[in-house]
């Protein structure tokens, strides 16, 4: 690494500039951080300690509410850090790591959401079928081939991200260091990266999206022949799946994409924020504080320790 670059550390872009505007970002950002935390952690120690949740949907539940409180850990805590202290600067050890595991978390996540789509197609148009497909050796097996998976996707973009000599600025134009934002800074030949990375996010995201949206067209097409009060139902765990998806697919590609010369910092920095902090932050909400199961769950988990406690 230190035969292939000239710099030595990278400076990450602040929230604001002012004092007051860096410590509002900061603290606003710090909240979301902690209510992630908390929401992912209720619905981890719910769908564990509930045996009713002890079911193929719960458990890709959980695997994705474990994945969102290390997703948003990579990036938020230092930058709040580093906004609050004034201290922008990461070495480039560091700015690997950060790269690696952003990287490998979105991967994993978009699998996650696309096996959950699965799972949902599966439950819905093929009721009769889904404790002989979805059984606990395939969701675990599912979940192992994601997490492994994700370490070579995420290995290979970090390792040919890191071949680039960087000779010049040392600024880098976002809040954590992520892979466009090291291209603007190269002055090598950046377009095998470019080509690899829109490449792959043809093959991931849009054959991950394309998945998603023919599971979806079918899962509704099943819905609309339901009695009104199962429509309902229905929807009301489909939906907010889409709604993640499509804030999370989109603004990926809004930064990984767009021309260099077509984005600008803060542009850049609001549209990492939808994909790093936003998923992990509406999941708890969407697919499980809003289901009459989970809650049903948390009230027993609660009169559980209640009553152990009063003993």
Known sequence: MANSTMVTEFLLMGFAEGWKLRFLYSMLFLLMFLATLLGNLLI???TTADQNL??????????LSILDMCYISVTVPNACVNSLTGNRAIS???????????IYCAFVEILFLTVMAWDRYVAICQPLRYSTII?????????????LSG????GVHTGNTLQ????????????FCDIPSLLRLSCSDTSSNQLSILASAVVVCGGCFVFIAMSYVRIFSAVLKFPAQEQGKAFSTCVPHVLVVCVFLSSIACVYLQPAAATEALQNMVLSAFY?????????????????QVKEAV?????????????
Do not use: D, E, W
């Not at 059984?135 to 997490?147: D, K, P």
């Not at 370490?151 to 995420?154: D, E, N, P, R, S």
């Not at 009230?299 to 003993?311: D, M, P, Q, T, W």
């Open 44 to 46: 981890v120690t719910v």
């Open 164 to 175: 680039l000599n960087f000779c010049g600025s040392n600024v880098v134009p976002q809040f």
């Open 54 to 63: 002890h079911t193929p949907m719960y458990f890709f539940l959980r695997n």
């Open 135 to 147: 059984n606990v050796q395939l969701c675990v097996r599912m979940t192992v081939a994601s997490l």
């Open 276 to 292: 790093t902090m936003v998923p992990p932050f509406l999941n708890p909400v969407l697919y499980s504080l809003r289901n009459k």
């Open 151 to 154: 370490l070579v996707y995420a």
């Open 92 to 102: 480039v050890a560091g700015c690997a790591a950060q790269i690696f595991l952003v």
């Open 299 to 311: 009230r027993r988990v609660i009169l559980r320790k209640v009553h152990s406690g009063a003993r």
